[in-house]
T-cell receptor, first 115, second 113 residues
Framework: GAGVSQSPSNKVTEKGKDVELRCDPI?????LYWYRQRLGQGLEFLIYFQGNSAPDKSGLPSDRFSAERTGESVSTLTIQRTQQEDSAVYLCASSAGGGVGSPLHFGNGTRLTVT | DQQVKQNSPSLSVQEGRISILNCDYTNSMFDYFLWYKKYPAEGPTFLISISSIKDKNEDGRFTVFLNKSAKHLSLHIVPSQPGDSAVYFCAARGSSGTYKYIFGTGTRLKVLA
């Protein structure tokens, strides 16, 4: 079956512009996560959606970052007024639920470069 | 604060020998742990997991050990193969409230032929 799909795979934008990143999770997966990986660093949690519950936004680094998810399908991560420190690979993952035994399945990420 | 730590940024192992990757955590409420492998320009791939009610889980060449009293887990790969060369991340999840996963900073494994 299809895995997690992210688009675009690469995005170059000018400082100050807004960008929107898209994630299509695995069909039927109720949980969706966004992470970011800066060069040479680990995976930094951004936001987590689980079904119709309120999302856990505790990892969003500033109010320039926001994310939405429609039901149990597509999610978009929006970064407003991009800064150079936003340059990173943004990874989306989905899982069948929040329970033990439901590992995360990642997409290949969107590499964002802010010039 | 770094709740999940991988203190070795890199490791080199000869093909056929054992690779041991280590991970330490600070939150005693973590109840589910996972290991991922990541190749360049790809997303992390799930390898193996372990629940806090167990101390060992095995899947083929991969075994994960959990020592709850020490808040330590390790991934053993035996025998190591050149295709295992990648960055390995451990991750941990809390048992209640939000189910977000906290990842370590990764260990780059190089298996020498």
């Amino acid at each position: 079956g299809a895995g997690v799909s992210q688009s675009p795979s690469n995005k170059v934008t000018e400082k100050g512009k807004d960008v929107e990143l898209r994630c299509d999770p695995i069909s039927g997966h109720t949980a969706l996560y966004w992470y970011r990986q800066r060069l040479g660093q680990g995976l930094e949690f951004l936001i987590y959606f689980q079904g119709n519950s309120a999302p856990d936004k505790s990892g969003l680094p500033s109010d320039r970052f926001s994310a939405e998810r429609t039901g149990e399908s597509v999610s978009t991560l929006t970064i407003q007024r991009t800064q150079q420190e936003d340059s990173a690979v943004y990874l989306c993952a989905s899982s069948a639920g929040g329970g033990v035994g439901s590992p995360l399945h990642f997409g290949n990420g969107t590499r964002l470069t802010v010039t | 604060d770094q709740q999940v730590k991988q203190n070795s940024p890199s490791l080199s192992v000869q093909e056929g020998r054992i690779s041991i990757l280590n991970c330490d955590y600070t939150n005693s409420m973590f109840d589910y742990f996972l290991w991922y492998k990541k190749y360049p320009a790809e997303g992390p791939t799930f390898l193996i997991s372990i629940s806090s009610i167990k101390d060992k889980n095995e899947d083929g060449r991969f075994t994960v050990f959990l020592n709850k009293s020490a808040k330590h887990l390790s991934l053993h790969i035996v025998p190591s193969q050149p295709g295992d060369s990648a960055v390995y991340f451990c991750a941990a999840r809390g048992s209640s409230g939000t189910y977000k996963y906290i990842f370590g900073t990764g260990t780059r494994l190089k298996v020498l032929a």
